[in-house]
């Protein structure tokens, strides 16, 4: 390879050429090696010649080039420039076409890339952008990805050298949010005749309730439809409580609403998504909110965060910052004629309650991605035993509760409690209360001994219920649970679940988990009457066989026997021990020696300790 002295850069004028000096820069002596170069020293200062040269390499510092045997250097460390006006209202379905000018001197722009996502996505996809004009480049997105969703990108542009830019310039944590228009987006569930429903709308209108249901459920006639939104001023309110259309708030996203008309109905509305480049601000009062997604698409609560005063904070845990208590129950309720606790997914067009159990007024941080549905466990690790507490009504679920043990607990309500959230129109619930709030979980201090919870159930008629429990996480072994009813001085065991009744406005009874010692104590010190007797016999009249169902309060021997008008004993239907509770036994109609009883009136005799009661039932032909 030839070489060539140093001295060299500074004679060009041999060469006849216009000779410009430049800046002094730092060549590694490798680089001048590279292209057929060397020197003792590792500064130069170069010079400018005219013509067009040649690249010939590349190096961390800039661009080297040949002209006539001789070195130089373009020095470049700039990143190319973006000039770019983001687009405004688009409409959905409809192509959209990204420009921006790219420019980068001296190096030139290798390449100009959008990057962009749909609403709920977290990856990008790549579109290269193609150059329509010296300086303009344009890509443009399908159809199909512009949706109601919306769509956020950047542009990424880099030149020959590597140089890379962006825009915005801290993406892809910083983005470019479309507004994307569509029209008439029609809710995708009816509602129904004569029952609530809480509403939402998944993205921004002008906020009116007029433009969004008039033109769907008609003029406003509250015969005819009611809109609702919660506004606690105070903690002691019910009804009082909620602001109805026409003074209501406006369809604000991340706001839900309870609606309830006269006949089936499908509503729209035309609006804009609302920005998907960073989590969305919902502000939480004092107490009961209804909250919604502002998204359209379904979105993770257990990633929902508080903002209070610049800072997050989890959703379900408690923290004191200066003068005030920061905690957001971990509760997200929906419903759908019948309320369901701990929901872990935020669903477009539905509404939910939570609750905000701090001392002052706290905001969410709603994240706009996308969630896979599943499902949330209704236990906590270290809340043990947990009880299951099921109302149904003609035998379908309708409100479930939660009561449970944890060491951590305190004697009087706190975090691990979660209120129930208020009743609405024509309703049935079960709920725990406790120091006079209604929980739909209750936790109480664990002990060796055992706890008690109040149960209330309620309606807002008299109505026909059943009441079932179900053991999710174990309880110790020396325990056992009883259910009391206190208006008519009975002990329920868990075999004479499901227990029914009626419930006229509230019905309270009592669940006791513990040791046998604990249970007698509950009992002597309760100012329950538990005595034993006859409860009632079903069907009566019967056909082939009624069930005989007995109270026992005490563990003793019970005796049943089927009498005719002349006292004539016919059938031995039980004789043996039984445990305190409620029993059911059946009788098919025969006698002792298994003929069938003919039509008529007969009696069933109970006997226990001493207790004497008679019950009269019809048999049927």
């Known amino acids: 390879m030839k070489r060539w002295p140093i001295s060299i850069l500074f004679l060009t004028f041999l060469l006849g050429f216009a000779v410009q000096t430049c800046a002094t820069y730092s060549i590694p002596a490798s680089v001048l090696a590279s292209i057929g170069q060397e020197g003792s020293s590792d500064s130069y200062r170069l010079t400018s010649i005219g013509g067009q040269a040649s690249p ?244 993770d609560w257990p990633s929902v965060e508080i903002l209070y005063e610049g800072k997050n904070y989890p959703v379900g845990e408690q923290y004191v910052v200066g003068h005030d208590t920061i905690y957001v129950e971990d509760n997200l309720i929906s419903y759908d004629g019948t309320y369901h606790s701990f929901e872990s997914v935020l669903e477009p067009w539905r509404g939910y309650w939570i609750y905000n159990a701090s001392t002052t007024d706290v905001d969410l941080l709603i994240p706009p991605v996308a969630s896979i549905p599943e499902m949330k466990s209704l236990a906590t690790p270290n809340i043990s035993p947990l009880l299951k507490i099921d109302l149904k009504k003609n035998g379908s679920l309708v409100s479930q509760a939660l009561a449970g043990l944890c060491y951590d607990a305190s004697d009087a309500k706190d975090w691990l409690d979660l209120h129930a959230p208020p009743p609405i129109g024509s309703y049935s619930r079960v709920v725990l209360y406790d120091d006079g709030d209604a929980f739909v979980r209750s936790v109480k201090r664990r002990t060796s001994s055992g706890a008690r919870w109040e149960v209330t159930v309620e309606a807002s008629q008299k109505t026909p219920v059943s009441l079932d429990l179900e053991v999710i996480s174990p309880i110790p072994a020396t325990w056992q649970i009883a259910i009391y009813d206190p208006d008519l001085d009975l002990r329920i065991t868990q075999d004479e679940l499901p227990y029914a009744f009626d419930v006229t406005r509230a019905k309270t009874l009592w669940v006791v988990a513990g040791t046998d010692e604990y249970i007698d104590a509950y009992e002597r010190g309760s100012g329950l009457h538990l005595r034993s007797r006859l409860l009632s016999a079903t069907p009566n009249p019967f056909s082939n066989e009624t069930a005989i169902r007995f109270f026992v309060a005490r563990q003793s021997h019970v005796k049943l026997a089927a009498y005719s008008v002349s006292g004539r004993e016919l059938a031995r239907i039980a004789s043996t021990r039984f445990e305190p509770g409620i029993h059911s036994v059946s009788w098919n109609g025969k006698t002792r020696d298994g003929r069938d009883i003919s039509a008529g009136v007969y009696f069933i005799e109970f006997t226990c300790d001493t207790v004497h009661q008679t019950y009269k039932v019809v048999r049927l032909h």
């Open 56 to 299: 010939i390499g590349f190096g961390q510092s800039g661009e080297y080039s040949l002209y006539q045997g001789f070195a130089s250097l373009v020095s470049d460390n700039q990143p190319p420039l973006i000039a770019h006006t983001p687009p405004g209202l688009v409409v959905a379905r409809m192509p959209l076409e990204i420009q921006a000018k790219v420019s980068d001197m001296p190096s030139g722009v290798d390449s100009v890339i959008l990057w962009f996502r749909e609403g709920g996505r977290t990856i990008f996809r790549r579109k290269a952008m193609q150059s329509i004009s010296d300086s303009t480049y344009a890509a443009t997105v399908s159809p199909s990805l512009v949706t109601e969703k919306g769509l956020a990108y950047y542009i990424e542009a880099q030149d020959v050298l590597g140089n890379t830019s962006t825009l915005p310039a801290n993406a892809p944590s910083h983005l470019v949010t479309v507004r994307v228009w569509y029209n008439d987006l029609v809710c995708p569930f009816t509602l129904p005749a004569r029952r609530y429903r809480m509403i939402s709308l998944p993205g921004s209108t002008n906020g009116l309730p007029d433009s969004v249901l008039l033109d769907d459920l008609g003029s406003y006639d509250p015969a005819r439809w009611r809109l609702g939104r919660w506004n606690a001023q105070s903690a002691a309110c019910s009804s009082a409580c909620y602001d109805e259309y026409p003074e209501i708030e406006d369809f604000a996203p991340g706001r839900a609403f309870w609606l309830i008309c006269d006949e089936p109905h499908a509503f729209d509305f035309s609006g804009t998504n609302v920005d998907i480049a960073r989590p969305y601000q919902v502000h939480l009062k004092q107490g009961w909110n209804q909250i919604a997604t502002p998204f359209a698409f379904p979105t």
